[in-house]
């Protein structure tokens, strides 16, 4: 009976492999990194506010619009409001522009706005610049979402 004792307890020490331990404070902090992070609208448009912004200085300080685009995963488009509402045709942005047209006309003093599409899947970064044009920077949610988690995705 001692013999069985003693080859049951050899197999079961065997069948332990100490070898294999794993780094609780890593894991917990792997753990934390990979946990799903609510994302709320209002953080989504703060986002797209902030590189709204930077678009615009980038684009005031002369760099071409078609290269930030591609490298932003950005849409850029600027011109005469009568042009943009030509090649826009979601019916909330072309409201918006009419209001941004009647502001000009009034000599209003018009801040760039962000306002979403129809749909509710895209932003836009709406301002005036000093020659009468405006300037549209559309954003995709999906996009913007990715871009925020980009530290995290690995």
Same mark, same amino acid.
């Given at each position: ?67 930030? @685009? ?51 899947? @895209? ?16 954003? @995709? ?14």
């Amino acid at each position: 009976m001692k013999k069985y004792l003693i080859i049951i307890l050899a197999i079961t020490v065997y069948a332990c492999d100490f070898s294999k331990r794993i780094d609780t404070t890593a894991a917990v902090k792997e753990m934390r990194e990979r946990q799903v992070k609510r994302v709320l609208p209002q953080d989504i448009v703060n986002q797209v506010d902030v590189w709204g912004q930077e678009l615009q200085a980038r684009l005031a300080k002369g760099q071409v619009a078609d290269s930030l @685009s591609s490298k932003n995963k950005v849409r850029i488009q600027s011109g005469s409001i009568e042009m943009l509402k030509k090649s826009v045709k979601d019916a909330k942005i072309n409201e918006m522009l009419d209001a941004i047209a009647f502001g000009l006309i009034q000599k209003q003093d018009i801040p760039a706005s962000i306002q979403k599409n129809s749909s509710g899947d @895209s932003l836009y970064y709406i301002y005036p610049t000093n020659n009468g044009n405006v300037t549209l920077i559309g954003f @995709s949610k999906k996009q913007v979402i990715i871009q925020m988690d980009k530290p995290l995705i690995k």
